[in-house]
């Protein structure tokens, strides 16, 4: 019996929305590094660096080091995080962007409210019984 329990436990627990979203996520950030590495591998770093490459009399990035120290995967990396963050900024702004649109499209649609006659009313009469206040003073 507590077994079967636990088994349904276990599974309500991997269909809630937040595990769901937590996996495809997880999905979609391990293609998007793959995508990342490439871009950095196959076309950034022989576009940008080739000339510092042929500089050191180096084939590739990874391969440059000195007594032992691979600096070579240390900028490989630092290109991949750069681009990665670049990426997310990218696609934050366009995100904000979109939704401040979406905002001001949805305030035009909504006319304002006219203003209630009550409360109109009521600063009007606040009003006047202030010049009056001011006038007997005076």
């Not at 590094?33 to 940008?48: H, Q």
């Not at 290109?79 to 305030?107: G, P, Y």
Request: glycine share 6%.
């Amino acid at each position: 019996m507590a077994r079967s329990g636990f088994l349904a436990d276990f599974q309500k627990f991997l269909m809630q929305g937040n595990v769901i979203d937590l996996a495809v996520a997880v999905i979609i950030g391990g293609a998007f590094g793959k995508i990342v590495t490439s871009l950095v591998e196959d076309i950034i770093t022989p576009l940008i660096l080739n000339p510092a490459l042929k500089a050191a009399q180096v084939d590739s990035l990874q391969n440059l080091s000195y007594q032992g120290i691979k600096y070579g995967l240390f900028l490989a990396s630092i290109i991949n995080f750069l681009v990665i963050a670049f990426s997310i900024f990218v696609m934050i702004r366009a995100f904000e962007k979109a939704k401040r649109k979406l905002a001001r499209q949805e305030a035009i649609k909504e006319p304002a409210a006219a203003p209630d006659a009550v409360v109109v009313s009521q600063e009007r009469l606040t009003n006047a019984i202030e010049r009056l206040t001011a006038t007997m003073n005076r």
